[in-house]
T-cell receptor, first 112, second 113 residues
Framework: GENVEQHPSTLSVQEGDSAVIKCTYS??????FPWYKQELGKRPQLIID?????GEKKDQRIAVTLNKTAKHFSLHITETQPEDSAVYFC???????????FGKGTSLLVTP | DGGITQSPKYLFRKEGQNVTLSCEQN?????MYWYRQDPGQGLRLIYY???????QKGDIAEGYSVSREKKESFPLTVTSAQKNPTAFYLC????????????FGSGTQLSVL
C-alpha cells in the first residue's frame, strides 16, 4: 500500500520566518495530496490540497508544491504567526472513495 | 466539521471488554473511515467503507471490527483482542467526485481502566 513519509517531525521557527514541511509518497498512482492542521485535542482541518495535474497551489500565506517525478510534495508557510503553531499532516490518495494515507505529522512551534 | 458526529467523547474500557464507538453522518457521503491516532504516529487507517454493506481492512485492523448497515452509520467495535486500545479515534467521511475533502468527526478518546 501507499507509504507517506513526512519530515521534519518537529520544527521551531521565529515569528515572521518561513516554515517548510516535506513529504514523499510511494504509490505513483496517488493523485490527491491534502495538508491538514490539527490543534491540540481537536479534529484535523484541511488547509490546502493539490491534485496531480497541478504543480503548485497558493492560498494567502500557504503554498503547496508537487513534484510527481520525484514523488514528493511540500507545504510552505510564509510570515509565520504564533497561531500557526500546531501539528501538520500530509496525506496521499489514489482517488475518491479510497483512503487517505497520512504522514506521521510535524509539530510546528512559532515563537514570538 | 458539521454533519459528522462521534460519540462518546471519552470512553473507558475494562480488561476483556468489547466497546463500540459511534459515528453518524448526515452528509450523504458514501465513503466512511476510521483512523487511530497515537502521539507521534500520525493517523493510521483501521477500516474504511466505500458503500453500504461493504468495508475493507486498513493498515491496523487487527482487534477491531466494523459494520455498515446504513449509509449514515459506521460503528467501530474495539474487541478484547486489541491489547493496546488507548488512543484517540477519528471517524471521517468523504464525498464522491469531484470533491475529495475528508470530513472528520470530533473524535473519541478511549482509555483502559
Amino acid at each position: 500500500g501507499e507509504n507517506v513519509e513526512q519530515h521534519p517531525s518537529t520544527l521551531s521557527v521565529q515569528e515572521g520566518d518561513s516554515a517548510v514541511i516535506k513529504c514523499t509518497y510511494s504509490d505513483s498512482a496517488s493523485n490527491y495530496f491534502p495538508w491538514y492542521k490539527q490543534e491540540l485535542g481537536k479534529r484535523p482541518q484541511l488547509i490546502i490540497d493539490i491534485r496531480s495535474n497541478v504543480g503548485e497551489k497558493k492560498d494567502q500565506r500557504i503554498a503547496v508544491t508537487l513534484n510527481k517525478t520525484a514523488k514528493h510534495f511540500s507545504l510552505h508557510i510564509t510570515e509565520t504567526q504564533p497561531e500557526d503553531s500546531a501539528v501538520y499532516f500530509c496525506a496521499a490518495s489514489t482517488g475518491p472513495g479510497y483512503a487517505l494515507n497520512f504522514g506521521k505529522g510535524t509539530s510546528l512551534l512559532v515563537t514570538p | 466539521d458539521g454533519g459528522i458526529t462521534q460519540s462518546p467523547k471519552y470512553l473507558f474500557r475494562k480488561e476483556g471488554q468489547n466497546v463500540t464507538l459511534s459515528c453518524e453522518q448526515n452528509l450523504n457521503h458514501d465513503a466512511m473511515y476510521w483512523y487511530r491516532q497515537d502521539p507521534g504516529q500520525g493517523l493510521r487507517l483501521i477500516y474504511y467503507s466505500q458503500i453500504v454493506n461493504d468495508f475493507q481492512k486498513g493498515d491496523i485492523a487487527e482487534g477491531y471490527s466494523v459494520s455498515r448497515e446504513k449509509k449514515e452509520s459506521f460503528p467501530l467495535t474495539v474487541t478484547s483482542a486489541q491489547k493496546n486500545p488507548t488512543a484517540f479515534y477519528l471517524c471521517a467521511s468523504r464525498p464522491p467526485n469531484p470533491g475529495e475533502k475528508l470530513f472528520f468527526g470530533s473524535g473519541t478518546q478511549l482509555s483502559v481502566l
